[in-house]
């Protein structure tokens, strides 16, 4: 079963709006990662947060993570049309070492 | 970074035959191959987990005579669905992991598309 789930599940903003994708989980967790998938790729990895990290910075995408409240935020400003892909959160669940991928956020980005 | 390939790219079939897919590592050995299948605009679920040289370990609900797993060495895994119906029809993506057992990096292929007719 999926361990976390992302909100809103669709997002349409206009080049150069941020972009705020959220996810939420369940049960505790030692990292979460945010992936991003193009129309019937593979996955690409974006950025990985530990539980004991709050924050994290790469580029344009800015990550967060609130373990008190089990969710964590995906935060891409100034986006570009290149940008329109699937946003997907995965976790550990329970330090398995292998991702759950929640149902994915689609943001489309519109030049 | 580390490239995973998968062949076929897609690949269409008529029911009642098998299908293989293949899983490279192009420029890293991988010790540990998973393979996901995804619905369109749904999330991956894991199918297996498989280790070079072991049996796969296959997640809760994924029929492992149906779809066979081989990790025969640290480049290459295949998922083979045998005797495919349309219900099988999805995208199916590997990804590998080398290195260290307890790590959290793995490296994603481009995913397979099957089409069961």
């Known amino acids: 079963s999926q361990q976390g789930e992302e909100d809103p599940q669709a997002l349409s903003i206009q080049e150069g709006e941020n972009a705020t994708m959220n996810c939420s989980y369940k049960?505790?967790?030692?990292?979460l990662q945010w992936y991003r998938q193009n129309s019937g790729r593979g996955l690409v990895h974006l950025i990985l947060?530990?539980?004991?990290?709050r924050e994290k910075h790469s580029g344009r995408l800015r990550v967060t993570l609130d373990t008190s409240k089990k969710s964590s935020s995906l935060l891409i400003t100034a986006s570009r049309a290149a940008d329109t892909a699937s946003y997907f959160c995965?976790?550990?669940?329970?330090?398995?070492?292998?991702?759950?991928f929640g149902r994915g956020t689609s943001l489309i980005v519109h030049p | 970074g580390a490239v995973v390939s998968q062949h076929p790219s897609w690949v269409i079939c008529k029911s009642g035959t098998s299908v293989k897919i293949e899983c490279r590592s192009l420029?890293?050995?991988?010790?540990?191959m998973f393979w996901y299948r995804q619905f369109p605009k749904q999330s991956l679920m894991l199918m297996a987990t498989?280790?070079?040289?072991?049996?796969?370990?296959?997640e809760q609900g994924v029929e492992k005579d149906k779809f066979l797993i081989n990790h025969a060495s640290l480049t290459l895994s295949t998922l083979t669905v045998t005797s495919a119906h349309p219900e099988d029809s999805s995208f199916y993506i590997c990804?590998?992991?080398?290195?260290?057992?307890?790590?959290?990096?793995?490296?994603f292929g481009p995913g397979t598309r099957l089409t069961v007719t």
């Open positions: 990804s590998a992991r080398g290195g260290q057992v307890f790590s959290y990096e793995q490296y």
């Open positions: 049960t505790s967790i030692n990292n």
């Open positions: 947060i530990r539980s004991n990290e």
């Open positions: 995965a976790t550990d669940k329970g330090g398995s070492y292998i991702p759950t």
């Open positions: 420029d890293f050995q991988a010790t540990t």
């Open positions: 498989s280790n070079e040289g072991s049996k796969a370990t296959y």
